[in-house]
């Protein structure tokens, strides 16, 4: 029997910086930065999308070999199953099923041809962790599930005003040409949908161990990313002293094989890591209103201020945060005004110079 693979399953909700971390974690020994594996049989066996190597997927040699152990012929299929167990309104029928101690995902044919695709990237990349930044967290439950997976989910969290901006910008899915666009939802969606992936991710997970489930914030993430990266590596069981750091807040980093995520994961060479704080200036009065109120019950759990331009507090007492290393919790990330920026949440293509301090809208 194979030992099993441990896999950091990245959970939350989009728009976190999670393809940057991903794309880091994937520099350090021992780490394979897969992407998000849920959208392998659709994006990437069937639509064939540019693999983090920017080859088709289908023709990128380290593919090529893992999928030969998969039963690719069945990736239609194992797509729409895929889609149908994990779809939201499952969700109270999900979190019951954790609460009794049952399987949050109840068992399907299918998960034999999951269980072989972690086996056969560990085998294929002699990684000793595989990296899923894939998010939702009831894929991450049905994974938790499987045999012969050992899971560790870091969840990324960052100011749900922030992450609503960010999913109104007009993305191409994979780069600036690319004609299918990422999805735009309506600021209300988003502010809904970070509410519940989050409120989720914490029920599912967030009362485990300390081993088993860490939480850090983008804005401490960004404002102190060599630290944040060693806890990170820590965490995953990984050698934090392999990282690609040039500086505290430099990478350098070389192509990854990751499938699907933010077009950003194709960004290699030398990148400085800075904060995306353009929603401060830009956010307009009442998209910022809006998700406040919708998202209210979380804001306090996660640390974040009701208003604009309110430092943010510290995380309530007992609550993993990694800001042990950094500066003092709750202050503003630190962007230097002017500074070309590769910024955490946004492509490779949407570049502009971050301005620190611009709190008004
Ligand atoms: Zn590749």
Redesign the pocket.
């Known amino acids: 029997m194979n030992p099993p693979v441990r896999v950091l399953y990245l959970a939350g909700s989009g728009r976190s910086g999670s393809t940057l971390v991903t794309t880091v974690l994937g520099q350090y020994d021992g780490v394979f930065a897969a992407g998000e594996l849920r959208y392998l049989w659709q994006r990437g066996e069937l639509e064939n999308r540019?693999?983090?190597?920017?080859?088709p997927?289908r023709d990128?040699?380290?593919?090529r070999e893992v999928r030969r152990d998969l039963p690719t012929d069945r990736a239609a299929a194992i797509a729409a199953g895929l889609r149908g167990r994990l779809r939201m309104r499952g969700l109270p029928a999900l979190l019951r099923r954790h609460r009794r101690g049952r399987r949050p995902v109840p068992a399907h044919p299918d998960d034999a041809a999951l269980t072989d695709l972690y086996a056969a990237v560990a085998r294929h990349t002699g990684a000793r962790v595989v990296v899923d930044s894939s998010k939702l967290p009831p894929y991450g439950a049905l994974l938790g599930a499987l045999p012969g997976i050992e899971l560790r989910v870091l969840h990324l969290v960052r100011d749900p005003r922030a992450t609503a901006f960010s999913w109104r910008r007009r993305r191409g899915l994979d780069g600036d040409t690319d004609p299918e666009l990422m999805s735009r939802p309506p600021v209300w969606k988003a502010a809904l949908l970070w509410l519940v992936w989050n409120t989720v991710t914490v029920r599912l997970w967030g009362g485990g161990a300390p081993e088993s489930y860490l939480r850090v914030r983008y804005e401490d993430l960004t404002a102190d990313p060599e630290a944040t990266l060693r806890r990170i590596a820590g965490f995953a069981g990984v050698d934090a002293d392999s990282g690609p750091f040039t500086g505290p807040a430099t990478v350098r980093l070389v192509?990854?094989?990751?499938v699907a995520g933010n077009p950003s994961r194709h960004r290699t060479g030398p990148v400085p890591i800075t904060a995306d704080v353009q929603w401060r200036r830009d956010l307009s009065r009442w998209s910022y209103a809006l998700v406040t109120g919708l998202t209210a019950p979380g804001l306090r759990r996660f640390g974040y201020p009701w208003r604009r331009g309110v430092p943010t507090p510290a995380p309530p007492a007992g609550l993993t945060s990694v800001t042990g290393s950094g500066p003092p919790a709750g202050s503003a990330p630190s962007v230097e005004a002017g500074q070309s920026t590769a910024v955490v949440g946004q492509s490779a293509q949407v570049r502009q110079p971050a301005s620190a301090g611009q709190e008004e809208g």
């Open positions: 540019p693999c983090g190597c920017g080859r997927l990128c040699p380290l593919w192509p990854t094989h990751s």
